[in-house]
């Protein structure tokens, strides 16, 4: 076992270059006549000094170490950081920045159309003899570490990279066959009791740093002239820091807050999507500021402590539970890693011939959460408000879009990307292609979640909607997530006036049901995917249909996904003053006159 662990040690401090460093990493070299002049430590979502193995070997190998950001956000194409994130990332970097001044050093900084533009003219006006950063595993960062990689050892600079985002790397974990883990508890039971070792232990903090020379420049002198976020941009996210703080020393606050307060309760109330006892740490997590291996090892040592004490079974199953969260995230990026089109195509092949409708209006009630579905609403209103909402919720009104709406869901991945203060590639991609029925270990497509089960599960008393639709807060708990079951007096009595104050629901039970077994239909029949992707532009709005969500002419202008045999509406002649758009007519059968109450 020892033999192992130092191998696998040595692995991770040795280059992936075929060319040797000049000098040897190690003790050996801790002299200052036995390092290089001038290395650079390339930072990129790995914004923490503590547990920093890049960071580590530069000051390990360099007299001179010059830490480098390049905000080249053009390389990143549909996937550039959307608004919240990159308020995340401005703060984050300004708090990395202080740290750094305070050991002494500073943070060079770049923005250029890619990073190649930055890096290498920097490399070899400045005579950098050593590039170091750790490993990213989305797609883009894979090609383009691969080309810096290449340019910069044909410069003869040493080129090296470390793991410091997952507990094991991807290309570590294989079944006994060498091939690759393709549901996540396969994956995860091979790590807990397979996996010949431990993860790395947490590395220090640096008590302090050599002085960046004066003359080592970027081409942008601060973070304001970096322009991660233009000035109105900065200026509608302001709202953002009443609920967030970016930064290493906020993450480790938050986790420590974490441990005294929720984990004990973690098993039982993290599905509940009114109780605020998740961890909010994704954001923290996706730009680095603190790291895996650091949260595995102290949640270790606190299962060991458990493991003595009397009536602990429910804090070491919490401990256990959470553990599992962070193997989900560990096999986001295992699949995209061994699978770099998840993010844009299904990874079960079949599931391409899905019929999608591209409907812009219904994608826009999701969007604005105007969907006639208080839960899917609240969640959507949380999400455009913070940056952020409950897993569960994310769950639910994913299901909502793929299979009520039958939109494609790498809309809802963009759209989720674009929003969320914690959005990441690969978590995003696994969770929409495992709601999506694309993976193997996924509900069919064929599944359809129950709306009122759910609500009743994760939101009983309608705490969650009544706080995020206030306009809903004096309908009675009973009613709270199904207004349309309400009778009228209720209704009024609360002050709700079904289609002006809340809209109608854009789709019901049969409606979905039918979009759905149509999809399968087309699933048995096709077996192959049309040629035109989710990405082309959407289908045109009907001009039938209003500008605004709220307010039409026809009862039919919104009635839920086009199903074959069913005829588009006519156009209307005018929109009328004060109508209303009435998404499910009150006449169309759904409704019981003598009760007052929606069937679905």
């Not at 190690?26 to 430590?41: D, E, I, N």
């Not at 599992?324 to 089109?341: A, D, T």
């Amino acid at each position: 076992m020892a033999t192992e662990r130092d191998e696998r040690a040595a692995k991770r401090l040795a280059t992936e270059s075929a060319e040797p460093l000049p000098q040897a990493v190690g003790p050996s070299s801790v002299t200052q006549a036995g390092k290089l002049s001038r290395v650079v430590v390339w930072f990129r979502r790995d914004l923490r000094l503590e547990d920093n193995p890049a960071l580590m070997a530069a000051l390990r190998a360099g007299r001179e170490v010059i830490p480098l950001f390049i905000w080249a956000p053009e390389e990143e194409g549909v996937f550039t950081p959307g608004l919240s994130s990159r308020w995340w990332l401005t703060q984050s970097l300004e708090s990395l920045s202080r740290k750094l001044e305070a050991l002494g050093s500073r943070l060079v900084l770049f923005k250029t159309p890619t990073t190649k533009e930055g890096i290498v003219p920097f490399v070899k006006d400045n005579d950098i003899q050593a590039v170091y950063f750790n490993h990213l595993y989305d797609p883009i960062s894979l090609v383009r570490d691969k080309g810096i990689r290449t340019l910069l050892q044909g410069l003869n600079v040493h080129v090296e990279s470390f793991g410091a985002d997952l507990m094991y790397e991807p290309w570590e974990i294989y079944d006994e066959k060498g091939q690759v883990f393709n549901t996540f508890d396969k994956f995860w039971e091979h790590i807990v009791n397979k996996m010949p070792y431990e993860p790395f232990m947490p590395l220090p903090c640096p008590v302090a740093m050599p002085k960046v020379p004066d003359e080592v420049k970027g081409n942008r002198a601060s973070l304001d002239e970096v322009a991660i976020m233009t000035e109105e941009e900065a200026a509608t996210s302001e709202h953002l820091k009443e609920k967030w703080m970016p930064g290493s020393d906020s993450a480790h606050m938050v986790w420590n807050k974490f441990l005294c307060e929720k984990l004990a309760f973690f098993k039982q109330e993290k599905a509940m999507v009114h109780s605020d006892c998740t961890s909010r740490l994704s954001p923290h997590m996706h730009y680095g500021e603190i790291s895996v291996s650091s949260l595995y090892f102290v949640l270790k040592k606190m299962k060991l402590s458990l493991s003595t004490a009397l009536d602990s079974e429910q804090q070491i199953a919490s401990v256990d539970k959470y553990i599992k969260q962070l193997g989900y995230r560990e096999f986001s990026r295992y699949i995209l890693f061994h699978n770099p089109f998840t993010h844009e195509r299904p990874l079960l092949e079949h599931l391409c011939a899905v019929p999608w409708q591209y409907d812009q209006d219904l994608f826009k009630c999701w969007q604005q959460g105007c969907t006639g579905f208080p839960l899917i609403d609240a969640g959507m209103q949380e999400l455009w408000s913070t940056g952020w909402c409950h897993n569960r919720l994310r769950i639910l009104v994913g299901h909502f879009f793929v299979k009520y709406l039958n939109l494609p869901w790498q809309w809802g991945l963009k759209y989720f990307w674009d929003t969320l203060i914690d959005a990441d590639l690969e978590c995003d991609a696994l969770g929409w292609q495992y709601l999506s029925g694309c993976m193997i270990d996924a509900p069919p497509f064929s599944y359809i979640m129950d709306y009122e089960e759910e609500c009743k599960r994760f939101d009983p008393d309608g705490k969650y909607v009544k706080k995020w639709l206030p306009l809903l807060a004096r309908v009675p708990s009973k009613f709270i997530h199904t207004p349309w079951k309400a009778p009228a007096k209720i209704l009024r009595a609360s002050g709700v006036d079904m289609g002006i104050t809340y809209p109608h629901r854009v789709v019901n039970m049969d409606q979905v049901r039918k979009s759905v077994k149509h999809c399968c239909e087309c699933l048995e029949a096709q077996k192959c995917g049309p040629q035109r992707g989710p990405f082309r532009h959407p289908t045109r709005s009907d001009p039938s249909r209003p500008s605004s969500m709220r307010t039409g002419t026809a009862d039919e202008g919104m009635d839920g996904p086009y199903l074959p045999g069913k005829t588009k509406p006519e156009k209307a002649d005018s929109v009328g003053l004060g109508g209303v758009q009435s998404h499910i007519s009150e006449t169309d059968g759904c409704h019981n006159e003598s009760t007052g109450v929606v069937e679905s």
